[in-house]
């Protein structure tokens, strides 16, 4: 595929579909900066369209996730992953994938806030209530999109189930009751 995609850039250097083609292929491959790499020059031939976008934060998500590489690049990774998304939400606002991803990336980003307060000593109880009350805020920044995600898709049981989480630990218990009817209802 590759040896392919190569003879169709050189004779079709301008061609859309063999950029997305190459994105693909290194998708497959698991060269997600190269994947970038393709995905930045398919957002010069058509900014207007949300799933390039889309893909865009996904690798970036990949990239932030990847605890091998140090934190600041992490975090960058993860604030580009997070423009992406709200630019393909901005493109197309009822995109539930982008909904549910930028959804997933605050509760995500949540949870490793929750792991470093847990790490703290028993004395150093400023800080983990410090830490315990930004990963609340994060969660609290999540719940549009995710519940955008579940008016979209209102059987996906992973919004339901990021939803649940989110409304117990945050003792919303009108949100919480509805969204337990919800997945009883799918079960």
Same mark, same amino acid.
């Given at each position: 595929?590759k040896?392919?995609?190569e003879?169709?850039?050189?004779?079709?250097?301008?061609?859309?579909?063999?950029?997305?083609?190459?994105?693909?292929?290194?998708?497959k491959?698991?060269?997600?900066?190269?994947a970038?790499?393709?995905?930045?020059?398919?957002?010069?031939?058509?900014?207007?369209?949300?799933?390039?976008?889309?893909?865009?934060?996904?690798?970036?998500?990949?990239?932030?996730?990847?605890?091998t *590489?140090?934190?600041?690049?992490?975090? +960058?990774?993860? $604030?580009?992953?997070?423009?992406?998304?709200? !630019? =393909?939400l901005? %493109?197309?606002?009822?995109?539930f994938?982008?909904?549910?991803?930028?959804g997933?990336?605050?509760?995500?980003?949540?949870?490793?806030?929750?792991?470093?307060?847990?790490?703290l000593?028993?004395?150093?109880t400023?800080k983990?209530? *410090?830490?315990?009350?930004?990963a609340? +805020?994060?969660? $609290?920044?999540a719940?549009?999109?995710?519940? !955008? =995600?579940?008016? %979209?898709?209102?059987?996906?049981?992973?919004?339901?189930?990021?939803l649940?989480?989110?409304?117990?630990?945050?003792q919303?218990?009108?949100?919480?009751?509805?969204?337990?009817?919800a997945i009883?209802?799918?079960?």
């Open positions: 595929a040896a392919v995609i003879k169709g850039k050189i004779q079709f250097p301008d061609n859309f579909d063999m950029l997305i083609a190459e994105t693909n292929v290194f998708l491959t698991g060269q997600t900066e190269k970038l790499n393709a995905l930045q020059s398919a957002l010069k031939k058509d900014s207007t369209n949300q799933t390039i976008y889309f893909a865009v934060g996904a690798n970036y998500n990949i990239l932030g996730n990847d605890i *590489k140090p934190a600041d690049f992490r975090a +960058d990774c993860y $604030k580009r992953a997070e423009a992406a998304y709200i !630019k =393909a901005a %493109l197309k606002p009822d995109y994938d982008a909904s549910y991803n930028l997933a990336l605050y509760v995500n980003k949540a949870s490793g806030i929750i792991d470093e307060a847990n790490k000593k028993l004395e150093e400023v983990y209530d *410090k830490l315990k009350n930004d609340d +805020d994060m969660l $609290k920044k719940i549009p999109y995710l519940e !955008k =995600a579940h008016k %979209l898709e209102p059987k996906d049981m992973s919004s339901m189930s990021a649940k989480e989110i409304y117990a630990r945050l919303m218990k009108a949100e919480l009751d509805t969204i337990n009817a009883s209802a799918v079960k």
